[in-house]
C-alpha cells in the first residue's frame, strides 16, 4: 500500500532528498510551506508556526507525518535571539501539528520526528546511545526541549519515532561545504587536537533511515549516525584524500574558534562517540556505513 506523506521542512536539504527517495518508491509527498501551491509533483501546504496557522486541509488523505523543520544550528552566530529563534522554530512547529492532530479528523498512522545528537553535549570517549543521559550547554538543553515537544506527539495515540541525526555528510550541506572550502585553499583544519569523536552519517543514509522508519511504522528514539564513527581529523583527512590534490594539516586552537564563531564553536569541539545499533536492529543497513567510501562517493558526485 502506498503512503501520502506530508513532510515539515520538505524543501531543506535532507527534505528534498527524502522526497525523492518516497517517490520513486510510488508515495505521494506533500510539504508544509509558507505558500501554497503545487510545485512539479509536490503539493505545498500553507503553515506558519509563528501565527499558530495551519491550513484547513492540512491532514487531507495523508497517512505519515514527517517532521525536518527548524532553523539551521550553524547558519548564524549564537546571539540570544538567535538561540531563541532555533528553539521556537522547531517547538512551535511541533505544537502546532500536535494540536491540529489532536482537535481535527485525519487518516495520519504514523509520525517521525528530526532530532540531534547535540543531545549528548560533549562526552569524550564514552560510547552513547538512545538510553544515555543528556549533556550540558546550549546544544543539549536546546535538543532536550526539541524532544520534549516531539514526546508530546504522543498524546496522539500514534507511533513516535525520533531521530537523532549526526553529522551530514552531502554535497551542498553546511559542514561539507565548509570543509571543502579549506581544502580547496589546500588547507586541512584540526580543531583543537583533531580527536573529538564527530558522529557523521551520509545524506542517502538520513534520508534512508527516515524512509525506513515510516515503512516499519517505527516509534522511540534511534540515532541516525553511521557505524564507522571516526574523529576530526581523520574525516577531514578522508575528505582530503577523496577530493584529491594537496593540504597541509593546520591546527586551529579552541580560543580562535571561539573568537571566530563565539559560543557555536562548542558544535564543533563536541566529541560525541553515538552508537547507531537501535536502528541497525530494526533491519536498517546502511549505504555507506564507511567514511572513505562515502566520502568517494560525494566527490564522484
Same mark, same amino acid.
Request: proline content about 4%; charged content about 20%.
Given at each position: 500500500?502506498?503512503?501520502?506523506?506530508?513532510?515539515?521542512?520538505?524543501?531543506?536539504?535532507?527534505?528534498?532528498?527524502?522526497?525523492?527517495?518516497?517517490?520513486?518508491?510510488?508515495?505521494?509527498? %506533500?510539504?508544509?510551506?509558507?505558500? $501554497?501551491?503545487?510545485?512539479?509533483?509536490?503539493?505545498?501546504?500553507?503553515?506558519?508556526? &509563528?501565527?499558530?496557522?495551519?491550513?484547513?486541509?492540512?491532514?487531507?488523505?495523508?497517512?505519515?507525518?514527517?517532521?525536518? $523543520?527548524?532553523?539551521?544550528?550553524?547558519?548564524?552566530?549564537?546571539?540570544?535571539?538567535?538561540?531563541?529563534?532555533?528553539?521556537?522554530?522547531?517547538?512551535?512547529?511541533? &505544537?502546532?501539528?500536535?494540536?491540529?492532530?489532536?482537535?481535527?479528523?485525519?487518516?495520519?498512522?504514523? @509520525?517521525? %520526528?528530526? $532530532?540531534?545528537?547535540?543531545? #549528548?553535549?560533549?562526552? !569524550?570517549?564514552?560510547?552513547?546511545?538512545?538510553?544515555?543521559?543528556?549533556?550540558?550547554?546550549?546544544?543539549?538543553?536546546?535538543?532536550?526541549?526539541?524532544? +520534549?515537544?516531539?514526546?508530546?506527539?504522543? +498524546?496522539? !495515540?500514534?507511533?513516535?519515532? @525520533?531521530?537523532?541525526?549526526?553529522?551530514?555528510?552531502?554535497?551542498?550541506?553546511?559542514?561539507?561545504?565548509?570543509?571543502?572550502? #579549506?581544502?580547496?585553499?589546500?588547507?586541512?583544519?584540526?580543531?583543537?587536537?583533531?580527536?573529538?569523536?564527530?558522529?557523521?552519517?551520509?545524506? +542517502?543514509?538520513?534520508?534512508?533511515?527516515?524512509?525506513?522508519?515510516?515503512?516499519?511504522?517505527?516509534?522511540?528514539?534511534?540515532?541516525?549516525?553511521?557505524?564507522?564513527?571516526?574523529?576530526?581529523?581523520?574525516?577531514?583527512?578522508?575528505?582530503?584524500?577523496?577530493?584529491?590534490?594537496?593540504?597541509?594539516?593546520?591546527?586551529?586552537?579552541?580560543?580562535?574558534?571561539?573568537?571566530?564563531?563565539?559560543?557555536?564553536?562548542?558544535?564543533?569541539?563536541?566529541?560525541?562517540?553515538?552508537?547507531?545499533?537501535?536502528?541497525?536492529?530494526?533491519? #536498517?543497513?546502511?549505504?555507506?556505513?564507511?567514511?572513505?567510501?562515502?566520502?568517494?562517493?560525494? #566527490?564522484?558526485?
Amino acid at each position: 500500500m502506498k503512503d501520502h506523506i506530508l513532510i515539515a521542512g520538505g524543501s531543506g536539504f535532507v527534505g528534498q532528498r527524502l522526497t525523492s527517495l518516497l517517490q520513486e518508491s510510488g508515495h505521494q509527498v %506533500s510539504w508544509l510551506s509558507r505558500k $501554497s501551491g503545487q510545485e512539479g509533483a509536490v503539493n505545498r501546504i500553507a503553515w506558519d508556526p &509563528s501565527r499558530k496557522f495551519l491550513g484547513e486541509n492540512a491532514f487531507d488523505g495523508i497517512t505519515r507525518l514527517v517532521i525536518l $523543520s527548524g532553523e539551521g544550528i550553524a547558519d548564524k552566530r549564537w546571539t540570544d535571539q538567535r538561540k531563541q529563534l532555533i528553539i521556537d522554530s522547531r517547538v512551535q512547529g511541533i &505544537s502546532l501539528l500536535k494540536e491540529a492532530l489532536l482537535s481535527r479528523s485525519h487518516t495520519v498512522r504514523s @509520525i517521525v %520526528s528530526a $532530532s540531534a545528537v547535540g543531545f #549528548y553535549g560533549t562526552r !569524550g570517549h564514552e560510547l552513547l546511545d538512545e538510553t544515555s543521559t543528556p549533556g550540558a550547554g546550549f546544544l543539549s538543553t536546546s535538543v532536550q526541549t526539541w524532544e +520534549e515537544a516531539a514526546h508530546g506527539l504522543e +498524546e496522539t !495515540g500514534l507511533p513516535v519515532a @525520533i531521530m537523532r541525526i549526526g553529522l551530514v555528510l552531502g554535497r551542498g550541506s553546511g559542514v561539507w561545504q565548509e570543509m571543502d572550502n #579549506y581544502l580547496r585553499f589546500g588547507i586541512r583544519p584540526i580543531f583543537a587536537a583533531g580527536k573529538q569523536w564527530w558522529p557523521w552519517i551520509h545524506l +542517502e543514509d538520513v534520508a534512508g533511515i527516515f524512509q525506513h522508519s515510516v515503512k516499519q511504522e517505527l516509534s522511540g528514539i534511534f540515532n541516525a549516525v553511521a557505524p564507522g564513527i571516526q574523529d576530526q581529523k581523520t574525516i577531514l583527512g578522508a575528505m582530503s584524500a577523496a577530493r584529491g590534490g594537496f593540504s597541509i594539516p593546520a591546527p586551529a586552537p579552541p580560543f580562535v574558534l571561539r573568537l571566530l564563531v563565539g559560543e557555536m564553536s562548542t558544535a564543533v569541539l563536541a566529541s560525541q562517540r553515538v552508537s547507531p545499533q537501535k536502528i541497525l536492529d530494526t533491519g #536498517y543497513r546502511f549505504r555507506f556505513p564507511d567514511l572513505t567510501a562515502a566520502m568517494q562517493d560525494l #566527490y564522484r558526485k
